[in-house]
């Protein structure tokens, strides 16, 4: 079975740098897994994609250096499978919030006896190997997002589920819960003490820490403080943020800077 890159990267304590796409398209898709990101995840939850883009999207990702991820809509047994038979290399689940819910979770990642689910790899058999049913449940990464007070609470008993490889931060809802006002950067005490939290757990458990990030700039400085995978902005504000910056620089509004076009 094709190995996953990124529980390695994790073990030699290599920094992770993940695409996110919120855009449906196979296109987009492939230019983003030739950027240079170790992965890139394809978001079901706050993203414009279904099921039939979300499959095109990930056979693009296969040819291209770039681990194929996705993030699901919610905990949803059904939905995880799924994206495991089409190729997803990893799961992101939002909303995690108790031990149970983490192991709901990892079940329907892991093949009985670890977990529970259902047999029928389709396309994994094809990007991983045909040897891919007998090692999925060692390479197939789950990552469990941090949101909520009750998450934060339960924050060990969740990193302690067998199976599990660590947290992502989502800073927007879990800085709304915790100040009443979504913040993906927010210097709230209450949100900076949630963060450090969840570092200090992912050390003691030796588990992945994640985060959404707004920036390369913003993520660079998250993996300076302790994080391992960090999301530098996703396609929708990438392209925003260029857009930008392109009819600021036609219109002599901020001062061209020297350098290479293309892919």
């Not at 990101?37 to 499959?55: E, K, L, N, P, R």
């Not at 799961?91 to 259902?118: D, H, K, L, W």
Request: net charge negative; glycine share 10%.
């Amino acid at each position: 079975m094709r190995n996953n890159a990124l529980k390695a990267a994790f073990r030699q304590q290599t920094p992770i740098v993940n695409g996110w796409l919120a855009i449906p398209s196979s296109y987009s898709a492939e230019i983003t897994g030739h950027q240079g990101y170790d992965c890139v995840t394809v978001d079901m939850q706050h993203g414009m994609i279904d099921f039939a883009s979300a499959v095109t999207m990930l056979q693009a990702l296969s040819a291209t250096p770039a681990t194929p991820l996705a993030r699901v809509g919610g905990n949803d047994p059904t939905q995880i499978m799924r994206l495991l038979d089409a190729g997803a290399w990893g799961i992101i689940c939002p909303m995690i919030s108790t031990a149970q819910e983490a192991q709901q979770f990892v079940s329907a990642c892991r093949y009985p006896p670890q977990g529970n689910r259902s047999y029928g790899p389709a396309r994994a058999l094809l990007y991983g190997g045909k040897d891919y049913p007998s090692y999925a449940n060692d390479e197939i990464l789950t990552l469990a997002m941090i949101e909520t007070r009750e998450g934060l609470k339960n924050l060990n008993a969740i990193l302690a589920t067998d199976g599990l490889d660590g947290v992502f931060i989502g800073p927007n809802d879990l800085s709304l819960t915790l100040t009443g006002s979504a913040s993906a950067e927010s210097q709230h005490p209450e949100m900076l003490a949630a963060v450090e939290q969840v570092l200090a757990a992912c050390r003691e458990h030796h588990k992945i820490a994640g985060i959404f990030c707004t920036s390369g700039q913003a993520a660079a400085a998250r993996l300076t403080q302790g994080f391992h995978f960090v999301t530098p902005a996703n396609d929708v504000m990438q392209l925003g943020r260029a857009g930008r910056e392109a009819v600021a620089l036609s219109r002599g509004e901020i001062p061209a800077a020297t350098g290479s076009s293309g892919y």
